[in-house]
């Protein structure tokens, strides 16, 4: 499942991870650790939902 940004709708994919925010490949957005931000605006999790593609 993705998750996209509602603030600028960078969508975080489990398959590739944020390597440059050193979240692995295979990561599923539910295990990424609370701190994390979004890499282009950010913002944290809770600004993420589900994306419907």
Known sequence: MKYVCTV????????????????????????IPEDWVCPECG????SFEVYED
Do not use: L, M, Q, R
């Open 43 to 46: 913002v944290g999790k809770d």
């Open 8 to 31: 600028c709708g960078w969508i975080y994919d489990p398959a590739v991870g944020d390597p440059d925010g050193g979240i692995e490949p295979g990561t599923e957005f539910e295990d």
